[in-house]
Nanobody, 119 residues
Framework: QVQLVESGGGLVQPGGSLRLSCAAS????????MGWYRQAPGKERELVAT???????NHADSVKGRFTIARDNAKNMVYVEMNSLQPEDTAVYYC?????????????WGQGTQVSVSS
């Protein structure tokens, strides 16, 4: 099992910034993909960004140039720096972990952290 704990959500005004953090613990495999997804009210969960432990970052088109994903492999943590936040970024943000350690997909989700952008 892998446990994911997110932090850093909150209320921010349009144009503001927030940084979300996610700590993974448990049976973390060194080769994995960690990332962020979000779900707004009445909408499906969507990709924000992913960052493989051995690979390149990937950002959704909707956040490119505004959000930046980063990770610290030594600490099993993933972050997303969110700048120029807009009301449409309001959602619950979920940390995601995936690996194929035993040949099959293992996937885990955090509990989610609320990000609200409003004046």
């Amino acid at each position: 099992q892998v446990q994911l704990v997110e932090s850093g959500g909150g209320l921010v005004q349009p144009g503001g910034s927030l940084r979300l953090s996610c700590a993974a613990s448990g049976s973390v495999f060194s080769i994995n993909i960690m990332g962020w997804y979000r779900q707004a009210p009445g909408k499906e969960r969507e990709l924000v960004a992913t960052f493989p432990s051995r690979g390149s970052r990937n950002h959704a088109d909707s956040v490119k140039g505004r959000f930046t994903i980063a990770r610290d492999n030594a600490k099993n943590m993933v972050y997303v720096e969110m700048n120029s936040l807009q009301p449409e970024d309001t959602a619950v943000y979920y940390c995601n972990y995936r690996d194929w350690r035993l040949g099959d997909l293992r996937e885990y989700w955090g509990q989610g952290t609320q990000v609200s952008v409003s004046s």
